[in-house]
């Protein structure tokens, strides 16, 4: 009998589990509270409680595990950076967790994560080179080359959400100026707002509006210039087959329109035809895309 695979993700707000099938078939799948507020350990406890959970659906049959969480591990040190879970950073996450739930796992950053889902079940599947965009709280990226995650030997590869635009823009919590972050993830959009109108307002309320001033006008279309020029590096430095969309920001219409004819304005090429496209699998890309890690054969190992 095939080993299943358990998938768990990570989320500032949330933490979700999911079961499948050799075939990728959701077997089972579960959502509880991050609350991270209450400090790592109790986070540490959540990820056990959804895991168990997981397991009682299953019996006691062989799995495979994989977690996807927002930063990633440094290969240096073992500790976790830059994750928007801030009680976890600098701790060493994964001996914690293996500690904890007492099964090995494979663990990756959850856009890698997003990008793996799509290129193998999603809007990437049967393309060669499938590049996974994440716009949400931050922005963060990976891709997927002939159905194996490439992460690098720094384990940097698509962190293109920390690629400067401006180095004379505001200062990223990554330490430097200006970068792509900065201007096209929900916070990045957030703070441009009030930092030019002092009005607080989500971004999706903002993107969302049917009617703007001309002062709202100008931070929309700073917002999709700064878009196309961040899609534009993507596409002139690796040429993808295909770039998906994931994050709370991606179900913004006008990014595949206004914001494709920014893109266009900024690729190296005289007719580009790059699909820039909106995810399939939904909010479920980032769990699904970690229960495949856990096989641990989609990771191209350098």
Not at 219 to 232: D, E, M, P, R, V
Request: hydrophobic share 35%; aromatic share 6%.
């Amino acid at each position: 009998m095939n080993k299943l695979n358990i998938g768990i993700d990570l989320g500032g707000t949330k933490i979700e589990s999911v079961v499948l099938d050799s075939d990728s078939k959701i077997l089972f799948r579960q959502r509880i509270l991050t609350e991270s507020q209450k400090g790592p350990d109790h986070v540490l406890n959540q990820i056990q409680n959804i895991y168990l959970q997981a397991l009682n659906s299953i019996e006691g049959r062989e799995h495979n595990l994989g977690i996807g969480t927002p930063g990633s591990i440094s290969k240096s040190t073992g500790l976790l950076r830059n994750s928007t879970i801030s009680c976890q950073n600098g701790l060493p996450l994964y001996d914690l967790i293996e500690k904890k739930l007492n099964h090995s796992f494979t663990i990756e950053n959850d856009a890698n994560c997003f990008a793996l889902a799509e290129a193998h079940i999603g809007a990437g599947k049967n393309k060669p080179l499938v590049f996974g965009v994440i716009m949400g709280t931050g922005c963060g990226g990976g891709f997927v080359y002939n159905g194996k995650l490439r992460t690098g030997p720094q384990r940097l590869s698509g962190e293109w959400g920390h690629s400067v635009i401006n180095p004379n823009g505001p200062k990223c919590f990554c330490g430097k100026n200006g970068c792509v972050s900065n201007y096209i993830s929900g916070t990045g959009l957030e703070e441009m707002i009030y930092n030019n109108l002092k009005i607080k307002v989500s971004a999706k309320q903002f993107l969302n509006q049917s009617i703007y001033s001309k002062n709202e006008k100008d931070i929309l279309h700073k917002f999709y210039q700064y878009y196309g020029l961040s899609l534009a590096n993507i596409i002139n430095t690796i040429d993808p087959d295909i770039i998906i969309l994931g994050g709370g920001l991606s179900n913004h219409l006008n990014l595949y329109t206004i914001g494709l004819e920014m893109v266009h304005k900024n690729i190296f090429c005289e007719e580009p035809n790059t699909p820039i496209l909106k995810n399939v699998l939904g909010d479920s890309a980032g769990v699904i895309g970690a229960a495949i890690i856990g096989k641990n054969e989609s990771i191209e190992n350098v």
